[in-house]
């Protein structure tokens, strides 16, 4: 099992940023790929970035290319979404996720991934 806790969420006006953390516990961190989602009210679940175990691949979604940058410090057990020049459609709960690194799935399919976080509320404001 891994557990997984993202903080980081919040209320910040159009333009601004904020960076999204989360910190995995359990087993090998670096033996995942993470990823991160959002799901706005009555929307269904989307893929917003995803990086391999070891950092070097990362993903994005073309609505978030240029803006938001993912990493991950296997030292430290966590995993990042930086978030630049943020838009009110960026408002969701974001949930970050993990795959194992063995096999070959689908970074933007939620399907690929076996455990989750809780989610946290990023509010976007005009």
């Known amino acids: 099992q891994v557990q997984l806790v993202e903080s980081g969420g919040g209320l910040v006006q159009a333009g601004g940023s904020l960076r999204l953390s989360c910190a995995a516990s359990g087993r090998t961190f670096s033996s995942y790929h993470m990823g991160w989602f959002r799901q706005a009210p009555g929307k269904e679940r989307e893929f917003v970035a995803g990086?391999?175990?070891?950092?070097?691949?990362?993903y994005y979604a073309d609505s978030v290319k240029g803006r938001f940058t993912i990493s991950r410090d296997n030292a430290k057990n966590t995993a990042y979404l930086q978030m630049n020049n943020l838009k009110p459609d960026d408002t969701a709960n974001y949930y970050c996720?993990?795959?194992?690194?063995?096999?070959?799935?689908?970074?933007?399919?939620?399907?690929?991934?076996?455990?989750w976080g809780q989610g946290t509320q990023v509010t976007v404001s005009l």
């Open positions: 996720a993990a795959r194992p690194s063995s096999g070959h799935s689908s970074a933007s399919n939620f399907n690929s991934y076996d455990f």
């Open positions: 990086i391999s175990w070891s950092g070097i691949n990362t």
